[in-house]
C-alpha cells in the first residue's frame, strides 16, 4: 500500500503528521499490496465548531475507487473516524466480490 498525505492550507506538525499516518496505516490490513492511498488534511475555515480539522481519504483499488471525508476536532480524533469509515466501505466492497456467487450466463 502506497500512503501519500498532502495538506490543503498550511503545515502540520509532523507529531501528528506520523499519528495520523499510523492510523491510516491500518487499513493496510484490508487492501491489496497494489492499492494507492490519498489523504488530503484541511482546516474548514468559518466553521467555528468543534469538526474543523477534516480529512479526505481516497482508496485507489483495482475497479472502483473508495472514497470517505471525516471530520473531528483534531487531525487524530478525524482519521479515527475516517478509518471506520473506510473500513466498513472496504469490507463490503470485498464481501461483494467475494460471498456474492456469480450469475451464470443461459
Known amino acids: 500500500m502506497e500512503l501519500q498525505l498532502n495538506v490543503r492550507r498550511g ?18 490490513r484490508r487492501l491489496p499490496d497494489d492499492a494507492v492511498l490519498e489523504a488530503m488534511l484541511d482546516r474548514e475555515r468559518g466553521v467555528g465548531g468543534a469538526d474543523d480539522h477534516v480529512i479526505d481519504v481516497e482508496v485507489h483499488l483495482k475497479g472502483a475507487n473508495v472514497v470517505a471525508r471525516a471530520g473531528g476536532s483534531t487531525y487524530e480524533n478525524a482519521a479515527d473516524r475516517v478509518v471506520e469509515v473506510l473500513d466498513r466501505q472496504i469490507e463490503k466492497r470485498r464481501d461483494k466480490r467475494v460471498h456474492e456467487p456469480r450469475r451464470r450466463v443461459g
Open 11 to 28: 503545515t502540520v506538525p509532523e507529531g501528528v503528521r506520523e499519528a495520523v499516518e499510523r492510523k491510516l496505516a491500518r487499513l493496510e
